[in-house]
């Protein structure tokens, strides 16, 4: 209850500054209207990475980005207002403040997806079942970008997250594999590529909206040991922000 209350406050928070959340969901739907148009106006491409079945999960996961952006914020500002100083005379845990600052984030990233599919019917992209069992995946995949700026506000100030997740939107994009496919760079840079959770969460994404059900175990476990590490030293960072 403690965590839940703490959440409800986080979420008028975010509302708050509506221009960034529109940007968070206008930018991705933007950029997933341009490139299907070129792939639809130059079908000679020889990929097809930008068909609206393919380039879908990568826009998703890419607008999750801006998830990461808004929590480091978030949490970055209450520490430079002090707000953070006066509730920790509240009973509630280093835990409860991570679920607090969590769950007003997955809200989000649930709006997200579906602004995206909305979009993506627009564009051409066929409904189907296999849409739930993407989303499900996306649920998990929503969790490891929110840890990212959990993690990112417990340890820098809000000016310093806006600068590292300016770098973090650029890495998870260049790394995804939405964008280009990573063999046209080369297999150490996929090499390196795969040793991070971003690819791994659009392979995820691609298998659940194609119905190959038994490619995504692999990808999602990834990105699962991803959020559980982030989570566990977010939660010990924060601890130690209490202590301190």
Avoid at 232 to 237: D, K, P, Q, T
């Amino acid at each position: 209850m403690r965590a839940l209350a703490f959440t409800q406050r986080n979420r008028k928070e975010i509302l708050r500054d509506p221009i960034t959340l529109i940007l968070g969901i206008g930018l991705p739907i933007l950029i997933m209207w341009l490139f299907s148009a070129i792939q639809k106006n130059m079908p000679q491409m020889p990929s097809d990475l930008f068909r609206i079945e393919n380039l879908i999960p990568g826009v998703i996961v890419f607008s999750f980005t801006f998830i990461t952006l808004f929590s480091g914020l978030l949490l970055g500002k209450d520490k430079s207002s002090s707000f953070l100083m006066r509730i920790f005379a509240s009973p509630m845990t280093a835990k409860d403040y991570i679920v607090g600052y969590s769950l007003p984030l997955l809200s989000v990233a649930i709006l997200q997806t579906a602004m995206c599919y909305l979009a993506a019917f627009l564009l051409g992209l066929p409904f189907s079942m296999n849409i739930l069992a993407s989303i499900i995946v996306l649920v998990w995949i929503a969790f490891l970008y929110i840890g990212f700026g959990v993690l990112l506000g417990t340890y820098l100030t809000d000016k310093q997250v806006n600068g590292v997740s300016a770098i973090f939107v650029n890495l998870s994009a260049l790394l995804s594999g939405t964008w280009f496919e990573l063999d046209m760079v080369g297999d150490t840079f996929k090499t390196i590529a795969y040793l991070l959770p971003f690819a791994h969460a659009v392979d995820a994404t691609r298998a659940a909206l194609a119905g190959e059900y038994g490619d995504i175990i692999v990808p999602l476990l990834w990105v699962i040991s991803y959020t559980i590490v982030i989570f566990v030293i977010a939660i010990l960072g924060f601890k130690k922000l209490m202590k301190n």
